[in-house]
C-alpha cells in the first residue's frame, strides 16, 4: 500500500466514531485491507475508485448524500 497516511487517518476517524468512506485508484486489495480494519473498529467503510475522467471527483457529493443518511459521516 502506498498510503500509509490515508491508512492512519482512516483507521483514527473509526477509532473516533467515524464511518469511512476510503478513495482508492489502484490498489483495490489494499482498500480492502483498510475497510475490514474500520469494520473490525466496528464502524462502516465503502469504497470509492478514483476517477480517471477530467472534471470534479463525485467523492464530495456522495459525502453530503451519505452523510444525509447516516447521520454523522465525516467527509474531509
Same mark, same amino acid.
Given at each position: 500500500?502506498?498510503?500509509?497516511?490515508?491508512?492512519a487517518c482512516a483507521l483514527g476517524?473509526?477509532?473516533?466514531?467515524? =464511518?469511512?468512506?476510503?478513495?482508492?485508484? =489502484? =490498489?483495490?486489495?489494499?482498500?480492502?485491507?483498510?475497510?475490514?480494519?474500520?469494520?473490525?473498529?466496528?464502524?462502516?467503510?465503502v469504497l470509492v475508485q478514483g476517477m480517471s475522467a477530467p472534471g470534479?471527483?463525485?467523492?464530495?457529493?456522495?459525502?453530503?448524500?451519505?452523510?444525509?443518511?447516516?447521520?454523522?459521516?465525516?467527509?474531509?
Amino acid at each position: 500500500m502506498r498510503s500509509r497516511i490515508g491508512r492512519a487517518c482512516a483507521l483514527g476517524l473509526a477509532a473516533a466514531g467515524h =464511518d469511512v468512506a476510503i478513495n482508492w485508484l =489502484d =490498489d483495490r486489495a489494499a482498500a480492502e485491507a483498510v475497510a475490514e480494519a474500520v469494520r473490525a473498529a466496528g464502524r462502516q467503510a465503502v469504497l470509492v475508485q478514483g476517477m480517471s475522467a477530467p472534471g470534479p471527483p463525485p467523492a464530495p457529493r456522495w459525502c453530503r448524500r451519505r452523510s444525509r443518511t447516516s447521520g454523522g459521516s465525516t467527509c474531509w
